[in-house]
């Protein structure tokens, strides 16, 4: 019973991008492809053959698969109200952290492996822009553990009931941090475009243009698998933790296909931030994980 | 000697352009680029076993032309112009390429075109501009792209993320147009076909460069009724690239609501065009003599209703692309080209005037339907991706009222006449303001009654090296956005 819902996590991602390219379709003005289509694609993937550069090493080869593995296990790390999760340890966080680390270094060292320009520029943005990600995360991970006093995954969100006084405020901050992890660790519009077809532009994308086949559909699918990763850190942060069973788990579902009509809706109605700019977005998620903690630290204290 | 002075579309006997000396030539055209003219030809033609070179300078706020010639016998070189007159540069490599005739001193001496016949590209090895130093590196791109683009070749030079030099090498493309309009001179057909064909998305502007062209060597008077057809299509093609280009802009920032519907805006003019002709990209519409399909009052009045619909919605569209803070932060100040380089480098069309240079050929050596009504030029001062967008609303605007001034004054009569033989020795210019600039076809008659030598010039052959030079010191992910508001033609420039 305690997998069910990891299960089904597991198996949703797609749908969720589906869901994404749905949203911009209708907004565009056209019928879009069905919300299963990235299923497809996927199947189609797996089921072609794979082209390898010459020029490419076994670390290109390798990449996709601990890339999977990685982020997968990174799942194992967030719990589901009630059903927990299905690691956890103290500072588990921190492997998380690691883990999705993990995955990044891999991939980028399969992109500079192919010793294409594009590629080695593409690894290199990505490279930056995680650098800012993963320190704010943990100063919303430390924010979390100084407010709950807990410091693994499991037990902080177990205690966790943010809706009275300033918690709602401390909230409002990590949340709308943790969506800018989501659209920078997703790829997704104003840091990257996933539709471009311009490889100078392409951050994500271009790191993967020498994928195809099999490790091309792993890839894609832990890419959407890592959005929902955060959008399940996001849930996680919305629901307390006086609900029941009954009630917590719609409202996690329907927090998840919440986050992802977001990002659909920022991506139909702004464009793509200049990459020079790209950093300063980003490090609006640690001035806000920053304010967050700084409340979180004056109100413990006492308030004034 | 002076220059011979003539307008757009007036031709000219061969044995009545001044002969000069080379150095006078240079002396003079220098002069002439340096009192504010502006070089719009420089080609040559063998004439029995020499070469024959024409410079042709336009004085656009008088609208006249200023055509002449020298010879070259046995000598091999010249004194390159490109050092004094930037805006020489690429028609002096083309003449290299073409004749073997050496410009002294040019200081980017390169093929132009791969695989011209008659010369061997090992002859003048093609070699990239190079940047030392530390961390500076290189990034080619192409010719092969991802997605559906022409093929050429990018060569940026880096540090990080900003470049310092962009070098474009193109003639990929190259299909041996002009050669292919002397071979086939006895087929007219053919002839018209191969215009609509020198760059796709200007089947209307080269087509009818060309006609006109053929319609004055033969002296033949269009009716009336056919100039305003041809202005309508002109207008509309226009019209259906600039929606096309701001829908592209829009996609290159990620930009979906821009996308989509400038998009569909376009597909309904490009229909309407469909409508008047049958080929959404105007196709078969024009012939020497006149046009093939007559626009008939109830079509007239469609095509009313669908422009200013068009209009309408693009005002709405237009009026939240520009105000989106997202979007403007991207255009802004991205590509910048200001006035001073964009003449200097001899830039055209659109991106000109939004650099503030006006000219445009509709009203500075009008043609056609334009001699009765007066284009006001747009200008806008910023040369950056904003006004190269800019721009290209208002000209939709423009564009509207035009077509509607023509279908309101609709006068009865014939679309086309016969064109009788065309006059033997003789050369005409033939200068159209086409969607991206100004497009210029030269055609020599030979002995025969038949084109001896056809020089054509698409805009994009003036304004690849503005792409350049904008973006110099912008970040390498500017380059697809700054590139895409040129919008410029690979087959036209390799021709």
């Known amino acids: 019973m305690r997998y069910i819902p990891f299960i089904l996590i597991i198996i949703s991602p797609f749908l969720f991008t589906g869901l994404i390219n749905k949203v911009k379709a209708i907004w565009a003005g056209r019928k879009g492809a069905s919300v299963l289509q990235p299923y497809y694609d996927f199947f189609k993937l797996v089921r072609k053959g794979e082209v390898i550069s010459k020029t490419t090493s076994f670390v290109f080869q390798i990449s996709s698969s601990i890339n999977i593995a990685a982020t997968i296990f990174a799942l194992m790390i967030i719990p589901i109200p009630f059903a927990g999760s299905i690691i956890s340890l103290p500072g588990d966080f921190v492997l998380f952290s690691y883990a999705l680390g993990l995955s990044k270094f891999m991939m980028i060292l399969a992109a500079l492996d192919t010793g294409s320009s594009f590629e080695g520029m593409g690894a290199s943005r990505e490279a930056t822009f995680s650098t800012i990600v993963e320190t704010a995360f943990f100063i919303i991970m430390g924010s979390l553990a100084l407010l709950t006093n807990q410091i693994s995954f499991n037990a902080i969100f177990s205690v966790l009931n943010m809706s009275a006084g300033y918690t709602v405020l401390v909230k409002i901050l990590l949340v709308v941090s943790l969506f800018i992890m989501l659209l920078s660790e997703g790829s997704r519009l104003p840091v990257d475009d996933p539709n471009t077809h311009l490889e100078l532009t392409m951050i994500h994308e271009v790191m993967i243009l020498d994928y195809s086949g099999p490790d091309l559909a792993f890839i894609l699918y832990a890419t959407s698998l890592k959005m929902v990763i955060i959008s399940m850190l996001i849930a996680n942060l919305l629901i307390p933790s006086f609900l029941t069973l009954a009630e917590a788990l719609p409202l996690f579902a329907f927090i998840l296909f919440l986050v992802f009509m977001v990002v659909g809706f920022v991506e139909s109605l702004i464009a793509r931030l200049r990459i020079s700019h790209v950093p300063q977005f980003i490090f609006l998620m640690t001035a806000l994980s920053l304010t967050a903690f700084a409340v979180i630290a004056f109100f413990l204290r006492g308030g004034f | ?495």
Not at chain 2, 279 to 300: A, C, H, K, Q, W
Request: overall charge negative; charged content about 25%.
């Open chain 2, 1 to 495: 000697m002076s220059w011979i002075e003539i307008k757009n579309l007036q031709s000219v006997a061969l044995h009545d352009i001044p002969r000069l000396k080379v150095e006078v030539l240079r002396d003079q055209l220098i002069e002439k680029i340096r009192s504010g003219k502006r070089l719009v030809q420089f080609f040559g033609d063998k004439d029995n076993g020499d070469v024959v070179l024409y410079a042709i300078a336009a004085d656009d706020n008088s609208s006249k032309l200023f055509i002449a010639s020298t010879k070259f016998t046995s000598q091999k070189e010249y004194q390159s112009i490109t050092p004094e007159i930037p805006s020489a540069h690429l028609f002096e490599r083309e003449f290299f390429e073409q004749y073997k005739i050496k410009p002294e001193g040019h200081p980017w001496l390169k093929p132009l075109r791969k695989g011209i016949a008659g010369v061997d590209s090992s002859e003048i090895p093609y070699e990239f501009f190079s940047m030392k130093g530390e961390e500076v590196h290189e990034v080619g791109v192409g010719p092969i792209h991802a997605g559906i683009i022409e093929p050429g070749h990018f060569r940026f030079s880096c540090h990080g993320e900003k470049i310092y030099h962009l070098e474009i090498k193109l003639g990929f493309q190259h299909r041996g147009v002009e050669y292919l309009f002397v071979k086939n001179n006895a087929r007219p057909l053919y002839l018209q076909k191969l215009s609509e064909s020198i760059a796709g998305d200007t089947v209307i502007g080269h087509s009818g460069t060309f006609a006109r062209a053929i319609e004055s060597l033969s002296n033949t008077s269009i009716p009336r009724r056919a100039k305003l057809i041809r202005t309508i299509a002109l207008e509309l093609e226009r019209m259906a690239i600039h929606l096309g280009d701001l829908s592209a802009l829009s996609n290159d920032v990620g930009y979906l609501t821009g996308n989509s519907v400038f998009g569909a805006l376009r597909t309904r003019i490009i229909n309407t065009t469909m409508a008047i002709c049958g080929n959404r990209f105007g196709r078969s519409l024009i012939i020497p003599g006149g046009v093939n399909f007559d626009i008939s009052p109830e079509l007239g009045e469609k095509i009313s209703s669908t422009v200013n619909q068009v209009n309408d919605e693009t005002a709405l569209a237009a009026e939240v692309l520009f105000s989106s803070a997202s979007v403007l932060e991207r255009f802004e100040k991205t590509g910048v080209v200001d006035k001073a380089t964009a003449i200097e480098i001899g830039m055209v069309g659109p991106s000109a005037r939004a650099s503030g240079v006006a000219l445009d050929i509709r009203s500075d050596h009008p043609f056609g339907a334009y001699e009765f009504f007066p284009v006001h030029k747009l200008t806008l001062d910023s040369g950056d991706v904003f006004a190269r967008s800019y721009i290209r609303f208002i000209e939709i605007q423009q564009s509207v009222k035009i077509i509607n001034d023509q279908l309101g004054n609709f006068t009865e009569g014939e679309t086309n006449k016969p064109v009788q033989p065309l006059e033997p020795n003789r050369l005409v210019v033939s200068l159209v303001e086409g969607w991206r600039g100004e497009i210029a076809h030269v055609i020599i008659t030979g002995n025969d009654n038949k084109i001896k030598r056809i020089k054509i010039k698409d805009p994009s052959f003036h304004n690849w090296f503005a792409v350049s030079l904008s973006v110099r010191d912008e970040g390498i992910s500017d380059f697809p956005l700054c590139n895409k508001s040129f919008n410029l033609s690979y087959s036209g420039f390799d021709l």
